[in-house]
């Protein structure tokens, strides 16, 4: 029990040193982005695989259903990660690493949203979902990890969780951390 003890004891050490790190001007910039998706009525798509299309799915509920169910905002908000009859499909029939981009092509609209997370920010599959926002003229927000890879480069705004390559917990907790944040506060705000 004291080898998990101390292990504990580092872990959220390390957690905290990177809440310290959150940068304040990024996240006043997606709060901006999100509001202007609202008042424009653009959609706001969001995509991640493994644990981040856990977190996908919750941030889709929070800032959607969630917020909407008590009459605070009514965002227009999709998970692209949560139909695993498309994934499976398109996985098979095309490639995984078309997953996503695939479900958006045709529909997406240069006024939309895509708020991709991958630890990494390699994912293939992410990376063609952002080439193809991007050269549609769509807002890239980035949840990122590690170095931050080539999704941070071409994000127009990045929360970006600095860590060693494979520190997949930290990363996943501070993206989490980024979904309560901007829950809670559309629920202080509008109380």
Not at 24 to 37: F, P, S, T
Not at 52 to 68: E, M, P, R
Not at 75 to 84: E, G, K, T, V
Not at 122 to 147: E, M, V
């Amino acid at each position: 029990m004291k080898k998990f003890s101390l292990f504990a004891n580092s872990y959220l050490d390390r957690l905290k040193s990177k809440i310290d790190l959150v940068d304040h001007d990024e996240l006043v910039k997606i709060i901006h982005i999100l509001e202007d998706a609202h008042s424009s009525n653009s959609r706001i798509y969001v995509a991640g695989n493994g644990g981040s299309a856990a977190t996908a799915a919750h941030i889709v509920n929070d800032l959607g259903s969630g917020l909407k169910r008590r009459n605070i905002k009514n965002f227009d908000i999709h998970s692209l990660s949560d139909n695993l009859a498309s994934i499976t499909a398109i996985a098979n029939d095309i490639g995984y690493e078309k997953v996503f981009v695939t479900q958006v092509s045709g529909i997406l609209r240069s006024n939309d949203v895509i708020l991709a997370i991958s630890a990494s920010g390699n994912s293939p599959n992410i990376i063609q979902l952002c080439d193809y926002a991007k050269n549609i003229g769509c807002r890239i927000i980035g949840l990122t990890g590690f170095d931050g890879g080539y999704l941070k480069k071409i994000s127009d705004v990045s929360y970006h969780v600095e860590t060693q390559k494979g520190e997949y917990g930290l990363v996943e907790d501070m993206h989490m951390i980024f979904d309560h944040l901007l829950f809670t506060y559309y629920l202080e705000q509008f109380k």
